[in-house]
């Protein structure tokens, strides 16, 4: 009789209550690690692609219960970076072997489409050969349509919760679930390679909800996904929440490995904060992305939306030879070139055929 695992990774899908049990517990989880790496090695080999990260703002108009840079937290020191800043970023990466550089940031209005786009333009212009990656919250089909123009190629929305009861006690009433979700199937319509996600353990978050979300992505079929722990922040309504578990991170890193084979999944700054190594175990169990901070070193710790964020050398780029040598080690390679997902390449022969 076939396993649950050998079921899941044939079928890429397995019922509801089959699901909860595999989430549930960790009995399973010497055949899912090992068979999640298989799958891994099958789609991908050893590569690990890897992303040059710009937290360029953090401001934020948003109130997020469980984020640190949110607007009513008054003790973040706000800080944004000049476009003159970012291209330095992006030249220091590009040296580095960085071809994908991620523009991550609260939604911070003084980043207008003009401004925005000015950016996005010159980032090409100066690096031709790279792919830009846009990580800015909700924005108009108008706005995603102009920054695609300017020369976008991607973009990260986590869904964060695709229930929307759950949804409502994790953010105010302002956000909504249902225009976070049109938002990805905009970016999808407008041909960015889409990545969503979730926090794992979030408050009040249940297994039923785990479960919504991984049917959410199957609805949506995202080209990447992020999942990483919720890790509480001291000047948040979720100080004192319990974060998620290491375990039930990669648990669900494996699972996604097996419903998603294809997909690009990183092994996440959250996930390395949470415990010593977790990025490298989470590379070994289904991920295959790592995104080191390509930020000026001064403003790292600033952008702070959980506790103890990790900003060590190794997290810095400078510390990329560093970073190779632990993915080695932990049997897999950094490779330098620009990482599309599968998915996308062979949905991009079809169309071009
Ligand atoms: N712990 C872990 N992840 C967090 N994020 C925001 N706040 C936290 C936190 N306290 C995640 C959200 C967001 C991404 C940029 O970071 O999922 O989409």
Redesign the pocket.
């Known amino acids: 009789m076939e396993t649950i695992i050998e079921k899941l990774a044939h079928t890429h899908d397995l019922a509801d209550s089959e699901l909860k049990t595999l989430i549930e517990t960790d009995k399973f989880d010497k055949e899912l690690f090992s068979t999640a790496d298989a799958v891994r090695r099958q789609a991908y080999g050893t590569d690990v692609y890897i992303r040059g990260l710009i937290e360029f703002t953090n401001f934020c108009k948003r109130n997020?219960y469980?984020?640190?840079i949110r607007r009513d937290n008054c003790n973040a020191q706000r800080y944004r970076l000049t476009k003159d800043e970012i291209l330095e970023c992006c030249d220091t990466g590009y040296s580095l072997g960085f071809r994908t550089f991620v523009l991550?940031g609260g939604e911070d209005e003084y980043f207008t489409d003009e401004v925005m786009c000015d950016i996005v333009s010159a980032i090409k212009t100066n690096h031709p050969d790279c792919v830009i990656t846009l990580?800015i919250g909700e924005r108009s089909y108008e706005t995603y349509q102009k920054l695609r123009i300017a020369g976008a190629d991607r973009y990260?929305?986590?869904h964060?919760t695709a229930t929307e009861e759950h949804y409502e006690k994790l953010h105010p009433k302002s956000s909504k679930l249902i225009i976070r979700k049109k938002c990805l199937y905009d970016l999808k319509q407008l041909g960015y390679q889409v990545g969503s996600?979730?926090?794992i353990g979030?408050p009040y978050q249940t297994t039923e909800n785990i479960i919504s979300d991984l049917r959410f992505l199957q609805e949506l079929k995202p080209h990447m996904i992020?999942i990483?722990?919720?890790?509480?922040?001291g000047d948040?309504p979720?100080a004192n929440e319990p974060?998620?578990t290491f375990e039930m991170t990669v648990r669900m890193i494996s699972i996604l490995r097996l419903m998603f084979p294809e997909s690009l999944i990183p092994a996440t700054t959250?996930l390395g904060t949470i415990k010593k190594g977790g990025r490298e175990f989470g590379l070994s169990v289904g991920a295959n992305v790592v995104m080191p901070n390509l930020s000026p070193k001064s403003v790292r710790k600033k952008y702070s939306?959980?506790?103890d964020k990790i900003c060590t050398d190794e997290e810095a780029a400078e510390g990329v030879a560093k970073l190779r040598k632990s993915v080695e080690k932990a049997g897999y390679n950094v490779v330098t070139h620009i990482g599309h997902a599968k998915s996308y390449i062979s949905n991009k022969g079809e169309s071009d055929a």
């Not at 990483?228 to 922040?233: A, D, L, Q, T, V």
């Open positions: 997020c469980y984020c640190g991550q990580s990260l929305l986590r964060e996600g979730f926090m979030s992020g990483g722990p919720f890790i509480s922040h948040t979720f974060s998620g959250a939306i959980y506790k």
